[in-house]
């Protein structure tokens, strides 16, 4: 009996000690109402593949332009329920100069059947072990996904958000970024 209530109350304590430091981690990394210089830092140079494994350099995509780089997998349900979302806003915002960026952590042959069966309309590169390290890099120090930065024209990060993104909010912040 002591044995099982010792068992439950470790578990209580790292159940709420989880909540916590999620709840400041992303408290600390969505910054979508912070836009000052402080919190914004250059976007590293990078290369990643494509599907057909072409090298991409992330500068093909700088340069007036608003970048949402959102760093996915297909066994990861809130990444996709969100791709159909953003693959609408890039058809909607993409003449104001808004560009998405997919970045695959997972394996090439389930991100070929996936982009095949949807109309994902914006490049989507493979991330391997590098674009893991690229989003810790960013500032996804619990390697969760979804995870998505937002990139202004001058090519400074200026939001990190972990999970699932909602329209809105995406709306809400890369508006005044136009």
Not at 13 to 26: D, E, H
Not at 30 to 45: A, G, M
Not at 72 to 99: D, H, I, R, V
Not at 118 to 133: A, C, D, V
Request: glycine share 8%.
């Amino acid at each position: 009996m002591k044995q099982s209530a010792l068992i439950f109350t470790v578990a209580a304590i790292a159940f709420v000690g989880g909540i916590s430091i999620r709840g400041l981690l992303s408290s600390s990394l969505d910054q979508s109402s912070k836009t000052d210089q402080t919190y914004q830092t250059p976007l590293p140079e990078f290369s990643l593949p494509d599907l057909s494994g072409k090298q991409h350099s992330i500068k093909e995509w700088q340069g007036n332009k608003v970048l949402v780089i959102n760093f996915w997998a297909t066994w990861c349900p809130p990444c996709l329920k969100e791709m159909p979302e953003f693959a609408a806003l890039q058809s909607e915002y993409s003449n104001k100069g808004l560009q998405f960026l997919g970045i695959a952590l997972d394996d090439s042959e389930p991100v070929k059947e996936f982009i095949a069966s949807h109309k994902i309309n914006y490049p989507i590169l493979m991330g391997g072990n590098q674009g893991t390290k690229l989003a810790h890099d960013l500032g996804n120090i619990v390697n969760t996904v979804p995870f998505t930065v937002i990139v202004n024209k001058k090519g400074l990060v200026v939001q990190r958000h972990m999970g699932e993104m909602a329209r809105e909010q995406l709306i809400k912040t890369v508006t005044p970024l136009f």
